[in-house]
């Protein structure tokens, strides 16, 4: 049994390290601009499928379709950012959250317009798990995703604290008013975020077509993921989104040990509904 | 004088155009009154789509191979297609289409959850529908009026697949992995059914849902008793994710796949070409030493290149509605419905092909339509025994038949 729980938590934290990158430009441009992004996912679709295309249809090597892609991706961001959500942003949260449902609909059909609706498949090579006497571990290509989720966290980590930029966005999200009249740039600080949210989105959906296969829907089917760390967490709460992008992946995959593995994208949701219930902040808002 | 004869050029011009005009719209509209509709809504893109296309193609062929005998009652038939994008919407969408606006008498090609999802619509607009690759048992005792299938119940396939697990593979233990959908369920339901009925342990059945980023988990847990085999009953993508996952984690066992995945290059590319051999896969089947299977099989090798799952059910599906429309004398769906018995089951002269149906229906003899999918006799249900195949994928990840069951060859008490 230890084994199978050793296993289990392993697949929990890979699960938990997509997870980071998925939320964590979520939850900043959330911070920033005060509206959750209900589009945020189709960034994941649009990674993937930009480093499909350069991958398989260019033939360029992985590597360097992921780095194309993650940079394609955060211009996608920021270019839908200055096209659509800035002249909205004098109206308020909720045409803004309106908008972002029109613009991940569209932003999905144009990734299944472009992709076609069949799945794909990157066809990366497969490692063999590395085994430890009797217990499986994980295979090297996942331990190289719990590699970029660590990666990740350090480099926010830094940027928070030790950045000009960092400092500002830490600002910036505590009092907003505040941060202009003292002279912070906001523009350039949104501009930046929605760059870093667009990149961080193309590299969870990289990692998750490297676990998996592409389909247009993959976005949407991780927007509700999403959205359970985020509200763990306590929206805005960047190191909060650290701790509860693995709280939910080990959950996910922990709780299959106890419920039938058809329940474990509605563990995810459960915890979402049971955080709102319980503290609607999140358990590690301020 | 000039400006005169330049304006009445011109206004003659004008007329010639506008008369021109008119006779090619009456003409149209004279041979869209003529033709013969038929619909297909069948799963062109989506995750059935590796066979639906080449599927369709042979419901083609049978419309071309009915239009070069001079079509159904002396008019030629057309084929308006929709995709259904195996998604039940879509296909409930592609329905209405096809009966409202395209003016469709009759439909075809549906998978299950589709098929199930238009059925109430089609019968209520007394439009025929017949499905070529819906196995669900949940059809096994509805429809028989407005609904048919030329393909068999899952609940066959369930044999089958039992049978050859336990008896040719060996195996009396085996985990069951299932996506969570009407076809993939259904087979499994067959499957559990008669595996234990005939002594198979199951040692984890386990439901995945779709759209999952991993199925790492569920994996793990249906190996971890270490069963000699899984049956996985799932879509391309789910089951391309699982065999690849399978085979990263190394785990010892045979994998026996269900029938919505073949050696089409579209699987074979997202399962990874390195990672099949050695994997199972079912095929509703055609007996390879039946002349109709015969001529259709050189038929669809000449046009199409290969014979794909569902392929001569789909050939057998517009043949049977035509037949049944020539045989009432009307094209209406109503009249094609009443008349599809009539056509396909005894008794009646044996034919196989939509050109001596219709010489025999011409000199008024009843007919016995057996085609390229098999004998095509409707129960009660609109239900067909039929016939399946075994295949294993080889090292170049093409299958290779390992064992076929005929008609009736597996009765399991």
């Known amino acids: ?286 | 004088m000039n400006k005169k004869k330049n304006i009445f050029k011109q206004m003659l011009l004008i007329s010639l155009c506008f008369m021109l005009w008119l006779g090619v719209s009456a003409f149209v509209q004279a041979q869209e009154e003529q033709e013969i509709r038929f619909g297909a809504v069948v799963p062109l893109t989506g995750e059935l789509s590796a066979t639906g296309v080449d599927a369709f193609k042979a419901a083609q062929l049978a419309v071309d191979d009915i239009n070069s005998v001079g079509g159904i009652l002396g008019r030629k038939l057309k084929l308006y297609s929709e995709d259904s994008k195996t998604n039940v919407e879509e296909g409930i969408k592609a329905a209405k289409k096809l009966i409202l606006t395209n003016k469709t008498i009759a439909i075809y090609g549906p998978t299950s959850d589709v098929l199930i999802g238009m059925m109430d619509f089609c019968e209520q607009n007394k439009v025929p529908l017949v499905g070529a690759v819906s196995g669900s048992t949940r059809l096994d005792n509805i429809g028989g009026k407005y609904q048919y299938r030329t393909c068999p119940s899952d609940s066959y396939e369930g044999l089958v697949d039992a049978e050859f697990a336990y008896n040719e593979l060996g195996l009396k233990k085996v985990s069951l992995i299932t996506l969570n959908g009407e076809g993939t369920l259904s087979v499994a339901e067959g499957f559990r059914n008669t595996y234990l009925k005939i002594g198979g342990e199951i040692l984890s059945d386990i439901t995945v849902n779709p759209g999952q980023a991993t199925y790492m988990s569920s994996i793990r847990a249906a190996f971890e008793q270490k069963p000699k085999g899984v049956l996985l009953s799932a879509d391309i993508n789910v089951t391309a994710t699982i065999i690849k996952e399978w085979r990263r984690a190394g785990y010892e066992g045979i994998i026996m796949c269900g029938t919505d995945v073949d050696d089409s290059p579209k699987f074979v590319d997202l399962a990874g070409k390195d990672n099949l051999e050695g994997v199972y896969y079912t095929m509703i089947a055609s007996d390879p030493d039946q002349v109709p299977y015969r001529i259709f099989e050189m038929k669809a090798l000449t046009s199409i290149g290969r014979v794909a799952y569902g392929a001569p059910h789909s050939y057998d599906a517009i043949t049977i509605l035509a037949l049944a429309a020539q045989a009432a004398g009307e094209a209406t769906g109503e009249a094609i419905a009443e008349n599809m018995r009539r056509v396909s089951n005894p008794p009646g002269v044996k034919v196989s092909s939509f050109a001596e149906g219709k010489s025999y229906l011409e000199m008024g003899e009843e007919i016995n339509y057996e085609g390229a999918s098999g004998a095509c006799d409707f129960d009660e249900y609109g239900n067909v025994p039929g016939a399946f195949a075994k295949y294993v994928f080889d090292s170049n990840a093409k299958g290779n038949l390992v064992k076929f069951y005929p008609t009736g060859s597996i009765i399991i008490k």
């Not at chain 1, 260019?58 to 194309?68: N, R, V």
């Not at chain 1, 008013?177 to 523009?187: F, M, N, P, R, T």
């Not at chain 1, 939910?248 to 329940?263: A, C, E, F, Q, R």
């Open chain 1, 1 to 286: 049994m230890i084994n199978v729980i050793i296993q289990n938590t392993l697949f929990g934290i890979v699960t938990g390290s997509i997870l980071v990158a998925g939320t964590l430009g979520f939850v900043m441009t959330e911070r920033l601009d005060g509206f959750i992004n209900i589009g945020h996912g189709q960034y994941l679709a649009i990674g993937a499928y930009l480093t499909y295309w350069f991958y398989r249809g260019l033939s360029f090597s992985f590597a360097l379709s992921a780095i194309l892609a993650v940079l394609l991706t955060a211009i996608i961001a920021l270019c839908l950012h200055k096209v659509f959500f800035k002249p909205m942003h004098r109206f308020g949260v909720i045409p803004l959250i309106v908008t972002s449902i029109g613009l991940g609909g569209f932003l999905n059909g144009a990734v299944e317009y472009f992709g076609g609706p069949d799945p794909h498949s990157f066809n990366l090579p497969i490692y063999k798990v590395i085994k430890v006497g009797e217990t499986s571990l994980l295979s090297k290509d996942f331990f190289y995703i719990i590699l970029i989720g660590i990666v990740l966290i350090i480099i926010v980590h830094l940027f928070l604290q030790n950045t000009r930029i960092g400092k500002a966005f830490r600002a910036v999200s505590s009092n907003r008013e505040l941060a202009i009249i003292k002279g912070i740039d906001l523009d350039f600080l949104d501009n930046f975020t929605w760059l870093f949210a667009g990149a961080t989105g193309a590299i969870a959906g990289i990692l998750l077509g490297v676990v998996g296969n592409l389909t247009p829907d993959m976005g949407w089917s991780q927007t509700m993921i999403i959205m359970s760390v985020a509200v763990l967490a306590g929206m805005g709460n960047i190191y909060g989104i650290m701790i509860a992008s693995f709280i939910v992946g080990l959950i996910m995959d922990l709780g299959i040990l106890i419920l039938p593995s058809g329940y474990r994208p509605a563990l995810a949701f459960a915890i979402m509904i049971i955080v709102l219930l319980i503290k609607p902040k999140g358990i590690f808002a301020k």
